[in-house]
């Protein structure tokens, strides 16, 4: 195996292993959820396996592919954790757009993606990816926001984005002082609904195209992003869902909910970029919340 295919190979079993571990955090919030609040059973992740092309190209052989984690439960009334593998050549259009693919449209790419939407108004909802890339040129991308549904929450001073913020600063600097300053002002950028005129939630930081030249830096620095998301959203979740609520609560999360969908639909990267590439619209639709309003 070469020096390229084993860091592939690293770097697809660290996704598995940081989907593995968020999975079970999860699982574990289910289970201590108070009946009292959330009746009924414990949710538990149902994994299905896909192929990429499957229905769509079925004679292109192995193109990789990934396992869908989805569970609704008690108090994650959807979340999806899911780890994708794949390559083969991007379409000639969509190769002029991705670094180092215009003269050689062959790709490799793995990840992790991850949306929670909580049944509790006061429980955030959240959104992390962190991924791997590799065309002519290699580069690793990702990020991950905080995104409450009540107004009070709205706003970075309150203390659950304070603690989420401070997870991901303590993340960037342990690589390099310059880099949540940096990925932070990006994320703010890039969760911005332009037709509104407003955030989608408040923010945590966004990269693209990370290479400084070192690898095993690079791949050091995104398994801390993973880390500081397990660290710092279950215990703002495991906070919140003591809480009670009331259904002019649930009525401002399902009109919030909305601002979710028009981002996702109108411009998330990874939604075009999943569906450009064949990946499984299951999984990548599945960050839609189950229920949103539009008043």
Not at 97 to 105: F, H, I, L
Not at 178 to 199: I, N, T
């Amino acid at each position: 195996m070469t020096d390229a295919e084993q860091r592939k190979a690293r770097a697809r079993a660290w996704f598995e292993e940081l989907r593995d571990q968020i999975c079970a955090a999860f699982e574990a919030l289910e289970d201590d959820a108070p009946p009292a609040l959330y009746p009924g059973m414990s949710g538990h992740f149902v994994r299905t396996p896909w192929r990429r092309g499957d229905g769509q190209n079925s004679q292109s052989g192995d193109q990789g592919g990934g396992v869908a984690s989805m569970m609704r439960g008690r108090l994650f009334e959807k979340v999806g954790v899911h780890v994708s593998t794949v390559h083969g050549a991007f379409s000639p259009d969509f190769a002029k757009q991705v670094k180092g693919a215009a003269d050689d449209p062959r790709f490799w790419a793995s990840g992790i993606s991850l949306i929670a939407h909580l049944r509790n108004p006061h429980c955030p909802s959240a959104h992390m990816n962190t991924r791997h890339l590799v065309t002519t040129q290699w580069w690793f991308g990702g990020g991950g926001d905080l995104n409450p549904t009540q107004a009070y929450q709205r706003n970075e001073s309150h203390e659950d984005s304070q603690a989420f913020h401070a997870a991901l600063r303590d993340a960037c600097d342990k690589h390099r002082e310059d880099l949540h300053l940096r990925y932070k002002k990006w994320a703010d950028e890039y969760f911005w609904l332009p037709h509104r005129s407003e955030p989608r939630g408040t923010g945590g930081i966004f990269y693209d195209h990370h290479n400084s030249g070192d690898w095993e830096r690079d791949f050091a620095f995104t398994q801390d992003v993973g880390r500081a998301f397990l660290t710092a959203y279950p215990l703002i979740l495991r906070t919140r869902m003591h809480e009670n609520w009331t259904e002019a609560d649930r009525e401002e999360q399902l009109v919030q909910r909305g601002r979710y969908v028009e981002f996702n639909l109108l411009y998330d990267r990874g939604t075009t970029f999943g569906l450009k590439t064949g990946g499984h619209v299951e999984s990548i639709l599945s960050s839609m919340p189950p229920v949103a309003k539009w008043p």
